[in-house]
């Protein structure tokens, strides 16, 4: 389906996406193009940045000692759900759709059921990390934590997605940026450094924060 | 006929022209058959021509990376120079003269005696387990109640290598072998050094010595023991759990216990050395109810000897090294480290204990802070005790509790200052002005001497880890220039091109490696004085191997140079190196072995190398499964274009092979080589989508398979363990995988129709058959290691363990060579199927089934019985993993082909993965403890030689042999006869087979580097070091195997056979 919706929209080299390790990658070859070939308007705007979420990492490390997923989940799900509401979402518009969506129309229903749709989305996600290796049975409440934080994280394009503003191509490239985010943060988990932020989720919490503070931002820039 | 006349009738022959008629020459009278028959017959001369340079080609890069790996390890791995002196009468520091303390001396071994075996463990703690604490009971209790002090119980703490041969020189020798000794623990040879032995031997008071026991000892000290009396046995077969501890038992009641009364015994000296204990833990792990057995065994031997030995006997009894939790020994950590010493005398008053025997002699904890001792101490201990001289290259210091009184004690200490001290001066170890040297003087002067033999030791140690770097520096060289050549001329070169260029090479270096040995042996072996003393390769003067192996390594290192910068500029190659790179799936490839590559830059990366290698894998699961659900379209990423531009340049190139593109060209009508082109058809997505899916969850599946390394700690729990290995669930599992496994295969098979012909026949019938018997053996094994005392006689003096060994055997027998002489015949797995016409009823059509996959199916027969062959060498659950492995190599062949990336690196690279994933999911690790040297027991229950080391090689490398034969299959599989010519298919095996030997070769480089660079770090011999020594292995075994029976063997016969069927039409 995701094949079709790419190719209705355009020129083929906008889906062009990179799941490989390096982030030069991500914003030379993946985004450049959108550019070049905007099928959807992002308006570049500073007030794009998810400072909640710099905002709520920071609050997860500083944290002495003590990496609080569950207080991170229940703090992230509102933030979201704000920001997609004020800000990501208005500066996002279909050109595809001639009738342009008024700046302040949002789906009330829709976003409350979205958050719902997310928990679903945390089952693919905990799978692969347990499939890339992560533990099964210990720690499985980590696991099930890390996974709802991370599709959290995708909430306002999952929102956007539903609400035909964006195409999934699109809010392909920020699952992956995170997807990135956690496999190359997971480089730090062998090493004998003995800190206590180098315990299983942690690294991946951040690398998911990470690379999806990074791809909100470089929308911005590219 | 010369070849321009057949190539004029072959292209008269494809317009469908007869050439007989063609032309007023009648010249032509061969029919068409004739011509056709010609044809076959020059194309197969041809063909076997470029075989056989193929073959030497690959082998002479193999022998250049063989060479690089021996200078390598000359350079790196250790040797000590041993002196020749001994100390002895005559030398003019000798005070002992007087007769000695004791008349006796018996001295027993206890192989892997760990030193919380021995004392009284709280059953409370968390780490209590009966099967062995509190056992051996009888050594702690005398050393106890011995008011008197007539006995002595101490920590001994072995050197690294804990390997039984280094332990016993150790012992006796009082000095530190060296790492390189290790490699020589199977082939044991006299100690020509100073040694205990050999002292005890030349002093006329103690010279009559017994022995009963390991037979390394008489390996190692057959000319000082008694031969008369003297019982060896064979120490090395670790499943025979009594032999050797009953035949210690009944000698010691012979000689020793039975006869206390009668005072008849010749024997001064008397030595028994036990291995129950060690093959327990080598077969069981030290957690298991035989553990107990033994203990109790041995403690009631104790008591035995302890109750009969007269007044005027020494009695010793000490390990020589622990065990790990798994029950091996050989690395360094503290429970392989820590063993027992304990040494009694009827004597009153014979030792004199540490006033503060609390905290001395503290027993809690595991005896955590207990007094220790180094087991080199033991050599001038013994020696003080029984008047013998200390052995010359000693490096001990007597043990404080010997003396009886402070004189004694200061004068022993004395007379061991002495020796040391004689022994620096003598072996010259320092320069005179060395900083060290003036310290150890000082200390001397000083009468610090205690300090003084702490600080000579610590000397030792450095410097007998002193490198040779010119040797490390042409090693790595070497190598650098093979992987160069590797990636130059199978990567980057087009294959066509190599066709040609191979005929050059070879010729060019036979004559170099004539010529060059000539003149190197000229120079440094000949005349070797005419190299000057300062010449970096002054090393090779007067030596004859490594003379040759240099000079051979030079002449294929010119031979290949030559040539190629005839044809290629440096320039353009460098271009084509980073054009190679523009492709996205050669830039993944190129990432994942990159990264493999750096791992061992650290130790803790390459600690976790299993889980990390399972980690990539995975992540090549999931990047091929989003090409498959996303279909991207990235132009690069069209492997298939890369092959029609070099269809395309082929046609350029080479006009002169128009016989084949003629040919070929006929053949592309009748079968469109790629039906299915890029982008995906929907079902193949599908498909494909499922294969990764597979590929993920199975690679996640086997890596909770894992013997743990000791380094992983708390992380890790060994799931490889004897519980789980013979457990019924495990069985059972085995049992559903009879059935399982071959419709799995049966399944690959039919997806590409070429369940045919042969292939019900191999993989229904002999792979069914050889499953069931196979898990019969292995249950019939479970039942013996899990029920005690568990035996079923079947005949007359025939047991069920006898009949194991038939079975073993069998199988061995069956698919190491049945099976493959069965392959020899040639079976194919296609068949002539007729079916309807669909526009004429009438008319049957027939058609050739599985004729897409002829190769692959033919090959993968092949993989099928190497595959067996392996099965039978592994634990049960390295068998599930294994069996998971076959359909891994399966799914990537499939993913590889729905992405047509036949030719990619990204092919040999996966399977490279594959094969690392799978060496550690089958209980392995980079260490030496974790060869698993029971599995060298299946084929016989004594070492001989062929059958031991083919059990032990297929255990250990089994991954590696799969994958270097089916990295032939990335281009066999689902590959079509008669579209490739021979010369082309085979020039891609070659180039398949160059990726993964790239791929080993570029590990084996960074290991070599980083081997060197951390060559001071605290854990180069219990990490780096072993891993290097596994990538040297895998690179030389894979090489080994691709080139003699991937390429050689196997890919020969293979294309000659189909092409005889397809071309001789």
Redesign the interface.
Known sequence: MAKKKGNKNGNPQNVKVLPDTSKRNINSQNLKPNKETNNTNIKKSILNTPFHLIILLFLYTTQRHKFDEELLLYLLIPLQIIYTIFQFSSNFSNSNNSKKISKRTINLTLILVVPITMVFAAIPIGLLVILFGGPILENYKKTILLSLNLSNLLLPIIYLSFNKQISIDIGKQYAVSIFLGCWLSSIVIPLDWDRPWQMYPVPLMVGGYLGSILSYVLTDFF | MDEKQLRQQEMLLQNGLNPNFDGNDSNFTDSPRNIADNLYKQRNRKFKKLHILYVFFIFSIAILQFISIAFFSRGFLLTRNVLDNISTDNNPNSILNDKPQFDKTVILIVDALRFNFVIPVDVDSMDYNPNYHNNIDVLYDTFKNSQDSSSVLLKFIADPPTTTMQRLKGLTTGTLPTFIDAGSNFDGSVILEDNLIKQLYLNKFWNDIYFVGDDTWDALFKPYLNQQFSRPFDSLNVWDLDTVDNGVISYFHEYLIDQSSKDQMTYKTLIGHMLGVDHVGHKYGPNHFTMKEKQLQINQFLKEIINSIDDNTLLVVMGDHGMDHTGNHGGDSVDELESTLFMYAKKKNSFTLDKDYETSYNISNFGESYKQVNQIDLVPTLSLLLDLQIPFNSLGWPIDEIAQNSQQLEMFQNITVQQLHTFKETSNLLTSDDERNLLLDELFEKNLYHDYQIQLLEVCKDLWARFDYISIAIGITFLFISLVYLIILTQLIPSIVINKLVTEFVPLIICLIFILNLIFFGTFYVFPTSASQHHPLRFLNGHFIWTSLFSTAIGIILGIMIPLLDHYSIKWLICRFFEFFGD?WT??AG?FVILHSLLFA????T??ED??V??FL??FG??TL?EF??????QSTVALLSGLYVENKKKVITNTDELDDVAAELNKKMEDPYPDSLPLSKESRILGSYHSILL??L??LV??ITICREEQGDFCKPTFTIDNNYSPYIMGLLFIMIFLIPSLVKGYFRLSSSYQGAAPFWINGFLRCFLLMNFIYWFITSLEITVPSWSVNLFKGMDIKTMNFTLSRTLAGFSLVAANIGWLMGPLCIELGLSNNSENVNVKQASVLGYKNIYGSQFFLLVINVFMSIVVFNKPLAQLSIFAMLLQLLTILEIIDLFRLKQNIIGPVALGLLCYQQYFTTGHQATIPSIQWDMGFILSPSITFPLTHIGLFLNTFGPHIIVSLSVALLTFWRQPPSILNPQTLLARIVSSCGGLAIYNTVLCLSSFIFVTHFRRHLMVWKIFCPRYLFASASLLITQFIVVFVTIAFASGRLIRQINELFWRQ
């Open positions: 996205y830039r993944v990432i650290s130790n803790s990366f600690i976790w889980k990390i399972g980690f995975t992540s999931c990047l989003y659900v996303f279909v991207p379209k990235r993920i969850i690679t996640r890596s909770t």
